[in-house]
Antibody, heavy 122, light 107 residues
Framework: QVQLVQSGAEVKKPGASVKVSCKAS????????INWVRQATGQGLEWMGW????????GYAQKFQGRVAMTRNTSISTAYMELSSLRSEDTALYYC???????????????WGKGTTVTVSS | DIQMTQSPSSLSASVGDRVTITCRAS??????LNWYQQKPGKAPKLLIY???SLQSGVPSRFSGSGSGTDFTLTISSLQPEDFAAYSC?????????FGQGTRLEIK
């Protein structure tokens, strides 16, 4: 079945970096963009950016420009999101999601990973 | 960025009720609007895409409507499993944004 499996929980100190992985299975990894979305406890969903696994092209939310990097390893169908200069406000649940489309016109996230908890604490 | 505003932020309703949640965009987004359901401790689940298209496997009691700046998600007859949080999301802009969410609680 189509699924995205994310790496385990992380605890980091302020100023450090974290790299979360997202392994795709059940579909052709290079055929769908991967998006990253985070959610702080009790808060709404916040979009971080996208990556095209075929080309490696990326696009980031302005809020995270310069601090986030989305990469991939196509040989193992895995996407990565690295966030640097961590601060306490980055404590959240981080999701990867597959971006599907209808007729290359309407785009939506139809498959989600279960999320990776990142805790930033001194 | 396009701002997405949902109302209400929370809502209490009973099983069998008809419920409507509204999402307003800060500028026209045509029909580039998706709705997600999220239960505690779980990832979001796609319900509706392109404003009114029902995702495969989603019960027909869920429906979406709207275009431009104003959108609605309607649940025609609430079931116990529908008590959850609902979020809208626009894909009109390359900078995707979500609404703040609506929590649907049991009355």
């Amino acid at each position: 079945q189509v699924q995205l499996v994310q790496s385990g929980a992380e605890v980091k100190k302020p100023g450090a970096s974290v790299k979360v992985s997202c392994k795709a299975s059940g579909y052709t990894f290079t055929s769908y963009d991967i998006n990253w979305v985070r959610q702080a406890t009790g808060q709404g969903l916040e979009w971080m950016g996208w990556m095209n696994p075929n080309s490696g092209n990326t696009g980031y939310a302005q809020k995270f420009q310069g601090r986030v990097a989305m990469t991939r390893n196509t040989s193992i169908s895995t996407a990565y999101m690295e966030l640097s200069s961590l601060r306490s406000e980055d404590t959240a649940l981080y999701y990867c999601a597959r971006l599907s489309h209808r007729d290359y016109y309407y785009y939506y996230m139809d498959v989600w990973g279960k999320g990776t908890t990142v805790t930033v604490s001194s | 960025d396009i701002q997405m505003t949902q109302s209400p932020s929370s809502l209490s309703a009973s099983v069998g009720d008809r419920v409507t949640i509204t999402c307003r965009a800060s500028q026209s987004i045509s029909r580039y609007l998706n709705w997600y359901q999220q239960k505690p401790g779980k990832a979001p689940k796609l319900l509706i895409y392109a404003a009114s298209s029902l995702q495969s496997g989603v019960p027909s009691r869920f429906s979406g409507s709207g275009s431009g700046t104003d959108f609605t998600l309607t649940i025609s007859s609430l079931q116990p499993e529908d008590f959850a949080a609902y979020s809208c999301q626009q894909s009109s802009s390359i900078q995707i944004t979500f609404g703040q969410g609506t929590r649907l609680e049991i009355k």
